[in-house]
């Protein structure tokens, strides 16, 4: 009798996972050891008391103490390090039946948004790869699902910070809402949905995302006729960032892309980002407390992208990206010849310069997700007809509001072609 193929089960922690968390306990224990070192040599300062060869180091017995935490917590690291890759092919024997949990995404996603750039720096397994994704799996361009027979109307979704693909699975008054899914049904596109780092610098994620849309238009099945992205909050940057670099050299997928929808995205910037970087400064200010600044300054390089909303390597290569500096970013327009729309979300129930500059959505204000700026330089110039504010809306609700589905629906289908004149 033949048996059932084995049922893929979703599991909330997969076996390379061990290795990763085990790596970053050791990194915290390390991390947690040097801010304690540095408070006790601010004191050792204010007393006069010579310290090591290094700023916050200790000397002495105390500073041999110190060191031997960092030599242990060393060695046992390593040690588990190499007992858990050992391990690893042993404890994922059943990789074939294995599929990850939403939670463990969602989880993942999350600390990828915080620290991801470290953990990508420090070959962590719990780095997320960039990848193009359709029904919940990783496209292989070399070995497409036997059932994917898409069209040749290409819609990308990208997610925004701390956040993944499957979140684009939303609800309203219990009724499910798929921005991609509802597009797809009604203008004949075929969905497919971004996962990606969003810790890193948003122009290495943007050199990335052109070379994968790249990949896309050469692999696809079908010639692509059109390419439509909807962007929500860091993703939006994402797309600016992806269409700068496929100016730069000769790309295949910028001409065929017709629409890009922003959905809340920081274009100038996010106040709360801003606002981390004050308490950088405020922690730095006395020897007591400057090595806890070390804390606030776990936030990602995509975390910090966002205070004025970086998307070139020009815009933040050079700097400390902790030390508070004035928007330097270069002058980056949207993409010539692609239809922009900009939607922004307002907890307010009518615009003003409160809601305008500090409430937004909660995360974005009005004028940075509408591209408006004082500088008319930097203004991104979004028409009227192609702008939405949601009001009584904050930031995640962007992704599940039937209306702004709706809203999409009317920008983006094709129009009707003019009636010839009869003479």
């Known amino acids: 009798m033949n048996s059932s193929?084995?049922?893929?089960?979703?599991?909330h922690?997969?076996?390379?996972?061990?290795?990763?968390?085990?790596?970053?306990?050791?990194?915290?224990?390390a991390g947690i050891a040097r801010i304690v070192e540095g408070v006790h040599q601010s004191i050792w300062d204010r007393l006069g008391v010579p310290g090591g060869h290094a700023p916050g180091q200790t000397r002495g017995i105390t500073g041999l103490a110190y060191r031997s935490v960092?030599?242990?917590?060393?060695?046992?690291?390593?040690?588990?390090?190499?007992?858990?890759?050992?391990?690893?092919?042993?404890?994922?024997?059943?990789?074939?039946?294995?599929?990850a949990s939403p939670q463990r995404a969602a989880l993942l996603a999350a600390l990828n948004g915080v620290m991801g750039d470290h953990l990508l720096a420090s070959n962590n397994p719990l780095a997320i790869p960039m990848s193009m994704r359709w029904q919940d799996h990783t496209l292989d361009w070399q070995?497409?699902?036997?059932?994917?027979?898409?069209?040749?109307?290409?819609?990308?979704l990208i997610h925004g910070l701390c956040m993944n693909d499957l979140q684009w699975q939303a609800s309203h008054k219990g009724q499910p809402v798929d921005h991609g899914q509802s597009l797809a049904a009604a203008l004949g596109y075929c969905p497919i949905y971004l996962r990606y780092n969003s810790g890193l610098h948003t122009s290495q994620n943007g050199r990335e995302l052109a070379a994968q849309l790249e990949l896309l238009v050469r692999h696809w099945p079908v010639p692509v006729e059109e390419i439509s992205i909807v962007a929500h909050s860091m993703g939006g940057l994402l797309t600016r960032s992806a269409c700068h670099f496929a100016t730069e050299q000769t790309s295949h997928w910028l001409p065929l892309l017709k629409n890009i929808v922003f959905l809340g995205t920081p274009h100038h910037g996010a106040p709360l980002e801003r606002a981390g970087n004050w308490i950088d400064v405020l922690l730095g200010s006395t020897p007591y407390t400057a090595p806890l600044a070390k804390l606030g300054q776990l936030r990602s390089a995509g975390i910090t992208d966002l205070r004025h909303g970086h998307v070139r390597d020009e815009d933040w290569m050079g700097d400390n990206r902790f030390h508070r500096l004035p928007d330097q970013r270069l002058i980056t327009p949207l993409p010539a010849g692609v239809n922009c729309f900009a939607v922004a979300a307002t907890m307010a129930a009518k615009r003003g310069a409160l809601a305008n500059r500090l409430i937004g959505d909660g995360l974005v204000p009005l004028h940075s997700a509408l591209g408006e700026h004082s500088d008319p330089r930097r203004d991104l110039g979004f028409a009227k007809s192609e702008q939405l504010i949601c009001y009584r809306m904050n930031h995640m609700e962007l992704l599940s509001s039937p209306m702004l589905t709706q809203q999409m629906q009317d920008w983006l289908k094709p129009a009707k072609p003019s009636k010839a004149v009869k003479s």
């Open 13 to 29: 922690l997969l076996a390379s996972d061990l290795r990763g968390i085990a790596q970053l306990g050791s990194q915290a224990t």
């Open 143 to 156: 070995d497409l699902p036997p059932d994917f027979a898409p069209s040749g109307k290409v819609l990308l």
């Open 5 to 11: 193929p084995p049922k893929r089960t979703a599991k």
């Open 70 to 99: 960092h030599g242990v917590n060393r060695l046992v690291g390593d040690g588990l390090q190499a007992l858990l890759k050992r391990l690893e092919p042993l404890l994922a024997a059943d990789a074939q039946t294995q599929q």
